[in-house]
C-alpha cells in the first residue's frame, strides 16, 4: 500500500462529474489497483475513489505532479499534486480475512445448509472461497448454471456492497467463473445500500434468521 499525503485537487469524469477543490489530504493507492481519497473529517468513508481495475499513470514534463486514474469504463480520477508533503509504501501481505461475529458466522452457516433461499435450483459450490482480497462468503450456482457470489452481513450497509463489488470486479477475471452475479445478503438492508446495490447490479435479499434456522413465527397470521 502506498500512502500519500498532498495538497491537492481532484477531478472526476464520468457518469458525472465533481471537484475537490485544493486542500491537504490522504491518498491510498492499493496493491488491487484501487485509489481512494480521504479527507480527516469521517471515519471510512473516501471523498472520492476508483475502483479496479483501474490504472494510475503519474504525469511528467507539462504535466509532472498530474496523477491520471483511469477504469475499465474509460472513467478518469484526476489528481493535480501541489505539495507532497509524506509518501511512502508498505506491503501488508495478504489479509487473513475479517472474523465475523457469531450472528454473520452463523447466517453464513445456515444460507449454505439452505441455499435454495436464494432461489428455486441454487447449488453450493463452497463456503469462505478464497480470493486474493479475502474470503467470499458464499459462492453459489442458479438455476441456469450461472456463478453467484454472496455476501452477508447483519446489517447491510455501503461498505458491504463496495466490499462486494471488489470480490466481483476479481472473479470475473476469471474465466472459469464468469460471469458472476452478486448478491448482498442481510437481516436489514439499509436504503443507500439498497440502491447502491442496485446500481451496480447487484441483488439485496433480506435474511429472515428464525426462518433459516426453522423456528415458525408464533404471531397470529391472517394468511
Known sequence: MRLVIARCSVDYAGRLTAHLPSAP???????????????????????NWMSPPCTLKEGSGEEDGVWTV???????LIITMEEILHDSSHELGVD???????????LQELLADRIETLGDGYTLIRREYMTAIGPV??????ADGETVAVEIKRRGEIDGVEQLTRYLDLLNRDPHLAPVQGVFAAQEIKPQARVLATDRGIRCQVLDYDALRGIEDDK????
Open 25 to 47: 489530504r490522504l491518498i491510498l493507492v492499493k496493491a488491487d489497483g484501487s485509489v481512494s481519497i480521504h479527507a480527516d473529517d469521517r471515519a471510512y468513508k473516501p471523498l
Open 70 to 76: 483511469v477504469n475499465k469504463a474509460g472513467e478518469k
Open 96 to 106: 487473513p480475512g475479517l472474523i465475523k461475529d457469531g450472528v454473520e458466522a452463523h
Open 137 to 142: 462468503d458464499i459462492l453459489c450456482r442458479d
Open 220 to 223: 397470529l397470521r391472517l394468511f
